[in-house]
């Protein structure tokens, strides 16, 4: 294969020369590449990011400013930075535009450092001015990008949230309605605490009991009196006048006074519907026409029998007093032993769909707890939301500082003509030894009767050998001078303009 793609040595050659002459001509003509740079320092800490922990949410700076460094070369803020470098005096048709769009896509860079929070923005353009002003353009977005963006996030977040408090504040509303309605079918199984079920029913058996032993001791006690009253002897006392204005009656005002007592007592708990109330005026009542028969009946015996009209026995007089007292004290009290006798039974009869009220209630107290619950957290959250947004708007989202400004290198730093010389001579010879083994596959030459015989599958009876003279050495000998000429030649002439790049480079400017 080798002896067959030598014997194409000049087809190689020359197509080393031609490859390698349009290579050095399309390095040479490649436009000087110039590249602006910039570097910018984000300070994301701040001091009210200690002094409002635990009170407002606290972005996370750091992200922000990496997502926007990201997504900063993107096809809207590319069209502004053209607008704004005056790119797009040039170009007139939209395919143009877009195209110009695409390419700046492609050459515009923003690198990071990494933990420094320090970002390097730059182009590279054929003209130094215009990559200048494209790097300023893109540090003025770059450090104007981002607020506006995050002050309509806190301001979607905080109508999110108001959202959500008027739904639960008529939740709230509702459920509150709900447990109203429930304590009002339900109001005399609750007590002033609250207390619904057999706690209440508990209260009202103990209040009973006491209420029927202080009946017990106060009948006692009236029974006590009796016994004493009997062994007195009482004296009428003389009644003067025809009016019963001023007259007194010991026994029978002293009874009245102390029921007017427990009237005064009785309406400082309860109204005038109560039952403890109704019974105290009827005996009032009952004391108050008592004595007024009283009084007639002594008028008369007074006036058929004046010489009655003598004081009464004082300890009589006593004895009398405190049996009314003890007597209007029972009758309140059979009142208040029959009134709690009466709840006793009514509660007792509504103890039976007792468990299903109680569930009831605790639903009604587990729905109501929980949407108010919802509720405060979701005002916490609205203040929360609130204080956010104040502190980016007074803080920003971060302190944009611009270490390096805008930049253009002094000499070009693309394209590398160092490198793609060698590479376009590389080229260039394996070009020529491509098409050396091409011709030799096209048009094959045989060296030897072995190959002849396998290519063409026929016997071969013989081979004629020559012996070359010197003349046709010498014409041998001196093809492969020129080839090496011209193989050495290539070689030097794409040696000779590294060397010339190489010392000439330092000078451009």
């Known amino acids: 294969m080798l002896k067959a793609a030598w014997s194409y040595r000049w087809v190689g050659v020359a197509v080393a020369w031609l490859v390698g002459v349009i290579g050095a001509g399309v390095v040479l003509r490649v436009p000087d590449k110039y590249e602006a740079s910039a570097r910018i320092y984000v300070d994301t ?7 409002m922990a635990g009170l407002a949410v606290q972005p996370n700076v750091e992200q922000q400013v990496m997502m926007l460094s990201r997504t900063l070369i993107s096809r809207p803020n590319v069209e502004k930075l053209i607008r704004m470098a005056d790119l797009d005096l040039g170009n007139k048709t939209k395919p143009e535009q877009d195209a ?8 515009l860079q923003i690198k990071s450092t990494g933990r420094d929070n320090l970002y390097t923005l730059a182009f590279r353009d054929s003209k130094p001015e215009r990559a200048k002003r494209v790097v300023q ?13 995050k002050r309509k996030d806190s301001d979607s977040a905080k109508k999110f949230i108001d959202d959500q408090i008027r739904s639960y504040e008529k939740k709230l509303e509702e459920a509150e309605n709900r447990l109203k309605e429930f304590k009002l079918r339900n109001l005399e199984l609750q007590n002033a605490d609250g207390k619904v079920g057999t706690e209440r029913l508990g209260d009202l058996s103990t209040q009973l009991a006491k209420a029927k ?16 009253i009997v062994g007195e002897d009482p004296v009428l006392l003389p009644d003067s006048g025809s009016s019963s204005a001023g007259v007194s009656i010991p026994d029978i005002d002293g009874r009245i006074d102390t029921m007017k007592k427990n009237l005064d007592g009785l309406l400082q708990r309860y109204t005038e519907q109560h039952p403890d109330v109704i019974g105290t005026r009827r005996v009032l009542k009952d004391l108050e026409e008592q004595k007024v028969q009283e009084i007639a009946a002594r008028k008369k015996a007074a006036a058929s029998n004046p010489a009655m009209a003598v004081n009464n026995n004082p300890v009589y007089q006593q004895l009398k007093v405190s049996l009314a007292e003890t007597e209007a004290t029972v009758a309140s009290l059979r009142t208040r032993v029959a009134e709690y006798e009466s709840r006793y039974q009514r509660l007792t009869q509504n103890m039976k769909n007792m468990p299903q009220l109680e569930a009831e ?21 609205r203040e929360s939301a609130s204080l956010s947004g104040e502190l980016e708007s007074t803080a920003g989202i971060a302190d944009f500082r611009l270490i390096d400004p805008p930049s253009v290198s002094p000499t070009p730093v ?7 010389m060698p590479v376009a001579l590389l080229v260039a010879l394996g070009a020529g030894i491509f098409a050396a083994f091409v011709m030799s596959q096209l048009r094959p030459v045989f060296h030897d009767g072995r190959a002849l015989r396998e290519f063409t599958g026929l016997p071969l009876l013989g081979t004629v050998s020559m012996i070359a003279a010197d003349s046709a050495n010498k014409v041998r ?15 030097a002439a794409y040696g000779a303009g590294i060397l ?4 000439l480079a330092p000078r451009v400017s």
Not at 45 to 51: A, D, F, G, M, V
Not at 477 to 491: T, V, Y
């Open 500 to 503: 010339a790049m190489f010392l």
């Open 361 to 381: 209630f605790a639903q009604l107290n587990r729905d109501y707890d929980v949407h108010k619950k919802n509720y405060d957290g979701l005002v916490a959250r």
């Open 477 to 491: 000998k001196a093809g492969l001078r020129r080839f090496l000429l011209a193989f050495g030649g290539l070689i």
């Open 414 to 420: 693309a394209p590398n003509r160092l490198l793609l």
């Open 137 to 149: 353009s893109l540090v003025s977005i770059f450090v104007e990008s981002g607020l506006g963006e």
């Open 100 to 107: 110009l769009v695409d390419e700046l896509i492609k050459t």
């Open 45 to 51: 800490q701040s001091i009210l990011k200690p002094l």
């Open 213 to 228: 032993l202080d009946l017990r001791e106060a009948e006692n006690s009236r029974d006590a009196l009796r016994r004493q």
